[in-house]
């Protein structure tokens, strides 16, 4: 009888939340490792999962410290607290596979500054949200993109590959990097727009003066990655080959592709991770999403000033709570 590899979902915010609880429910051998503080709790509610899996509740195990033998420890806190959480957790770590689900594109390098280790990088385009403790709702099914390992660790990546699929389809690729920056070209984008204005995806895109906002950042991110030959991958969620096209068509005809893509009705549940971490009054990982294009178009000269704007705002909104007006999203283009 094959033994079910034993899995340490390592923080309790959205993605934590819904790996540990669709995962228990599949009698996986997990245990969801979060602040001591919150053990207890957790312990005794469990964890209430919505949306998309279906309705229901769970009681997974849950530690302050990833468990003695441990496989995978799956690390899914926001990019600018995971190097703190590897020191944290190291102790504990053993010879566990390390595995990222972060936003942006610097969670592989602070894995292998921080351990020395190549983890497994899983890029998700998925979304769930969290805004009470114990609770999670799947808002929307995204592929799964998971990168390529060195050939000693393919058995691992294996473990993964159908672990995933119980969430999400999956898709491998050995281009992890171009993976990385495909998924951050679209999520900046939406994790922008909700945060800017506090509004649905749906609402944005079918508004004409943000949706004009939403073409000239969209431009403006894919022009940068692609004046800094960064190489870009095709993949479910994320079709650069259609951004291709759309950096030479005219406004009125990306604005309609963005309507298509993100202004269907099943949009209006999406909640991204930025406008949680607004709404729970908690810093957001705007430096890891529109900042990486700040510091790529320093790094090349390349004029990036949506993407600077952004950046700003977004931080200001953090301290405030105050979300923009459609008119002062259409000046930050102009």
Known sequence: MQTKPKIAVVGGGAIGNLLAAIWTRSDEDVTLVVRPERVAALQASGLRASGLAGDFHVTPKVAAEIPAGTEFAVFTMKTQDLAQALRTFKGSLGNA???????????????????????????????????????????RIG???????????????????VLFELVSPVFDTPQIEGAMWSKLVVNALTNSLQALTGKSLNECVNDPVISSFAVAQLKESFGVVRAARIPLIDMPGAPMKLFSIMMRLPAFLCKAILRKNLGRADEENTMTSTLQSILRKQPTEIDYLNGEFV????????????????????????QTGEFLTREEIGAMVR
Do not use: F, H, W
């Open 97 to 139: 596979t390390i595995v990222t689900t972060q936003n942006g594109v610097r969670a592989r390098e602070i894995v292998l500054a921080e351990c020395g280790v190549e983890p497994i990088t899983a890029t998700l385009m998925l979304n769930a949200s969290a805004l009470e403790p114990g609770t999670v709702r799947y808002n």
């Open 143 to 161: 592929t799964t993109v998971l990168g390529a390992v060195p050939e000693e660790r393919r058995l691992a990546l294996a473990v993964m590959d």
């Open 295 to 318: 510091r790529l178009g320093e790094k090349i000269n390349y004029p990036v000033p949506v993407n600077r704007a952004i950046v700003e705002r977004i931080k200001r909104i953090e």
